[in-house]
């Protein structure tokens, strides 16, 4: 039997409206960000999925070589169609999931935005503070673990079903933006959300395998660069890494397999303050933000035009590798000095 209590707090916190578009929608897309991590993809697929019935056919957007080597399994595991350009014509929704701003959708590049949503209804739902409210809905709760925590909340408030595939897929977020439910992040309310999906049948033993403890030779290369290359400045408080883009290809990867490596110069003892810097594509330098205790993020990552968390942010620079570590580390420094140290 399932305590109700997850159930009362779903069903009390999802915005009518929210429900409402869910289930007038035909032919709606989902939609997450570029080079979607666990959370985003995971949102995603499992919405599509659950909505998906006689009355109602949802794609996902999911661009040739936006999906890491590490997340395939997920797409392969959810077996939802894809979304392409001609699409979004007939679209009579547009959901999107963990993603801040409208121009970090993960749409197929022949697609302008003046090509939608063109009138349609939007409906934005995530949980990162800096999002920009660019949805005719939006439902924003900055204080929620993950975006997957928030389409469970919805799946119950709909009525729609959690087979042990969704349940899986919406764990998968959770647990990957949680960090294993290590981050401060962490709130019995995700908490509550995950074992309601054990109880549905999430594969707990297997998601923790394929995302935790399963990595390629391409992937284990790429560690490699970024433990080699990492530095630490600012009195030990600050840590950072790289990885060009021929370190990036030469290992094998692509930029879609950029993500959870920030958690290397992270795991130094004393570093308040860890910042990985990647060359996906060549002239443009993605930068990840992490932070511990007292230090927040957020604005660092906002002087540079990103965005995200208050401990989890990120940004994008036009340049190469060497110029935006020229430019971000030495103002990074100056700026975990503000927050005074507890040691």
């Known amino acids: ?53 006689d009355t109602c056919q949802p794609k996902v957007s999911l661009p040739d070589g936006s999906l890491s ?5 997920l797409a392969d595991l959810a077996g939802v169609p894809l979304a392409l ?17 409208l121009d970090r959708c993960n749409i197929v590049k022949e697609l ?5 949503p063109v009138g349609r209804t939007l409906l ?20 929620a673990s993950s975006t997957c925590e928030l389409v469970h909340r919805v ?21 990957s933006d949680t960090l294993g439910f290590s981050l401060p992040s962490t709130t019995p309310s995700s908490m509550r959300a995950a074992a309601d999906l054990i109880e549905f049948g999430a594969d707990v033993g297997e998601l923790g395998e394929r995302l935790c403890r399963s990595q390629r030779k391409s992937e284990f290369d790429l560690h490699r660069v970024i433990y080699a290359n990492t530095r630490v400045v600012g009195n030990g408080e600050v ?13 094998g990867c692509t930029a879609a397999d950029i993500d ?53 942010a990120g940004a994008v620079l036009d340049c190469g590798l060497t110029e935006a570590v020229q430019k971000v580390v030495p103002r990074a420094a100056e700026y975990v000095s503000k927050w005074p140290n507890p040691a």
Not at 3 to 26: C, F, G, T
Not at 126 to 136: A, E, F, I, L
Not at 242 to 251: F, L, M, Q, T, W
Not at 296 to 312: D, N, R
């Open 1 to 53: 039997m399932h305590s109700d209590l997850p159930v009362r707090e779903a069903i009390s916190i999802v915005p009518d409206e929210v429900v409402a578009a869910l289930a007038a929608a035909r032919r709606p897309i989902m939609i997450s960000h570029v080079v979607p991590d666990a959370d985003a993809l995971g949102s995603s697929l499992a919405m599509a999925l659950a909505f998906t019935r």
């Open 69 to 73: 080597q590490k997340l395939a399994f």
């Open 85 to 101: 350009a001609e699409d979004f014509a007939g679209a009579d929704l547009f959901v999107t999931l963990d993603t801040a701003k």
């Open 112 to 116: 302008k935005q003046t090509d939608w």
């Open 124 to 143: 934005n739902i995530d949980h990162h503070v800096g999002n920009t409210r660019y949805g005719s809905i939006n439902w924003i709760e900055d204080h």
């Open 155 to 175: 799946l119950r408030a709909s009525g729609r079903p959690l087979t042990p595939t969704i349940a899986s897929l919406i764990y998968a977020g959770i647990q």
């Open 239 to 251: 840590a950072y890494s790289s990885a060009s883009y021929d370190e990036i290809h030469d290992a």
């Open 260 to 312: 959870d490596q920030i958690n290397i110069p992270r795991s130094l003892d004393g570093v308040r303050l860890a910042m990985l810097f990647t060359e996906g594509r060549k002239g443009k330098t993605r930068i990840n933000f992490r932070s511990s205790g007292a230090v927040t993020v957020t604005e660092l990552a906002a002087e540079f035009g990103g965005g995200g968390h208050s401990q989890a």
